[in-house]
């Protein structure tokens, strides 16, 4: 327990790169978008109800050279360019985010069906774990089973707005009904393993690997 303890309190003066952010704003070249506040009868948290714990700060990443890679066990390796992805189906999705540190904000995600980006590169029947990369080198990783069962998304839009730099732009994983620090941001990567013990930067060094929020946040 004290050991528990010690981890959550250096998680605390650290940054991490899983969700547990505020929002800074966008891009001043970019025109001024306003939030939703509410969505289907019910009421959505604020982008500035986030915290900043990136583990490098805030990636500002140039959506004009912006290359997302799909590879590792797939039959077809593939890479797409922010525009690429912005053309494919969207779908919307009422998700709330809950961080370790003991906050949670509900948030209308924005983006593409990881299923159907993953018809594109044919995943070999060996996968079993999916891997996330970010561009700051943060990683975390999800079962291939569990994906496919909540159809999870990666988000470019949150309460209607662009994804900003501070909540991962371009990409972010919605990794529903799991900690925040699953929530890998600023996402340049997806691999396909047959490694179910993979573990990610927090997983590595204490943190459940599962991270579901009906389970402890420590240990398997």
């Known amino acids: 327990m004290k050991a528990r303890l010690r981890l959550l309190l250096t998680m605390s003066g650290l940054m991490l790169t899983g969700l547990c ?3 800074q704003g966008w891009a001043q070249d970019e025109p001024q978008q306003v939030e939703i506040q509410e969505y ?3 009421k959505l948290g ?4 986030f915290r900043e714990n990136s583990i490098k700060g805030v990636q500002i990443i140039d959506p004009d050279t912006y290359v997302l890679q799909v590879d590792g066990l797939v039959q077809t ?3 797409f360019t922010y525009k690429e992805l912005l053309a494919m189906e969207h779908t919307q999705k ?9 906050w949670s904000v509900r948030a209308l995600w924005e983006g ?5 980006l993953f018809e594109h590169v044919n995943p070999d029947p060996a996968a079993n774990t999916v891997i ?7 990683t975390t990783s999800l079962p291939l089973a569990d994906i496919q069962e909540r159809n999870l998304i990666i988000a470019d839009h949150i309460n209607g707005i662009i994804l900003p730099p501070a909540t991962g732009f371009p990409y972010i994983l919605v990794a529903e009904d799991r900690w925040g620090y699953k929530w890998i941001r600023w996402l340049v990567r997806i691999e396909f393993s047959n490694d179910p013990d993979y573990r990610g930067f927090w ?5 459940s690997n599962g991270g579901l929020l009906n389970q402890s946040m420590f240990g398997q």
């Open 203 to 207: 997983e590595s060094r204490g943190f």
């Open 77 to 79: 390796p593939s890479s």
């Open 132 to 138: 996330f990369h970010a561009v700051d080198g943060y």
């Open 40 to 42: 289907q009868g019910a």
């Open 21 to 23: 952010i505020p929002i």
């Open 94 to 102: 009422l998700v709330t985010v809950n961080c370790v540190e003991g």
């Open 112 to 116: 593409i069906s990881l299923l159907s």
């Open 46 to 49: 604020s982008v500035d109800d």
